[in-house]
T-cell receptor
Framework: QSVLTQPPSASGTPGQRVTISCSGG????????VYWYQHLPGTAPKLLIY???QRPSGVPDRFSGYKSGTSASLAISGLRSEDEADYYC???????????FGGGTRLTVL | EVQLVQSGAEVKKPGESLKISCKGS????????IGWVRQMPGKGFEWVGV????????RYSPSFEGQVIISADRSINTAYLQWSSLKASDTAMYFC??????????????WGQGTLITVSS
């Protein structure tokens, strides 16, 4: 059971906007920044969003991050087939002294 | 370009020892924490621990403390994760990843490709 809670799956059609939620508690999301990673199995996970809503260089602005209280979400607009991957949220946890992660959401582009 | 290149997949028997590696390049290896993340089959990521190669300061998740050892060799820009006695429950993909900076707020900004460890009799 992961510390952060994500839906196991999400789907959308090309061009659509999809949102993936992530909920936690006061020791993690509630008091710290949220991060999002994209992972295609067999490859290195890739940082998509840092500090709740910032995109690293090279990440398209189709990807947006939001945080409110102890929850966060990742929005992907203009969905493309290459967005089909697993998405993980993460946040520093003050109790652990390290990062905690969600269980991952598998995004399918129909 | 930052790169973290991990050693290859391993198949081991319960009770055997193992040390896997992660070689960093494209950044100052001694100036950033580098650590390990476990992904068990069909599950999410779990933080194992990190090491600061500059002074070998090491932090572990309580779930992994005493079960694994994290080390680093600054001379060859390589971090390691080792087990002295593997269990079947250690079967997982292990990723190395580096923190973004030397101070809080920390997050993993670059990851390795993963090393699959299979422990089976």
């Amino acid at each position: 059971q992961s510390v952060l809670t994500q839906p196991p799956s999400a789907s959308g059609t090309p061009g659509q906007r999809v949102t993936i939620s992530c909920s936690g508690g006061s020791s993690n999301i509630g008091g710290n920044y949220v991060y999002w990673y994209q992972h295609l199995p067999g490859t290195a996970p890739k940082l998509l969003i840092y500090w709740n809503n910032q995109r690293p260089s090279g990440v398209p602005d189709r990807f947006s991050g939001y945080k409110s209280g102890t929850s966060a979400s990742l929005a992907i607009s203009g969905l493309r087939s290459e967005d089909e991957a697993d998405y993980y949220c993460a946040a520093w946890d003050d109790s652990l002294g390290g990062p905690v992660f969600g269980g991952g959401t598998r995004l399918t582009v129909l | 370009e930052v790169q973290l290149v991990q050693s290859g997949a391993e198949v081991k028997k319960p009770g055997e020892s193992l040390k896997i590696s992660c070689k960093g390049s494209g950044y100052s290896f001694t100036s950033y924490w580098i650590g390990w993340v476990r992904q068990m089959p069909g599950k999410g990521f779990e933080w194992v621990g990190v090491i600061y190669p500059g002074d070998s300061d090491t932090r572990y998740s309580p779930s992994f403390e005493g079960q694994v050892i994290i080390s680093a060799d600054r001379s060859i820009n390589t971090a390691y994760l080792q087990w002295s006695s593997l269990k079947a429950s250690d079967t997982a993909m292990y990723f190395c990843a580096k923190y973004n900076s030397g101070s809080y707020p920390y997050y993993f900004d670059f990851w390795g490709q993963g090393t699959l460890i299979t422990v089976s009799s």
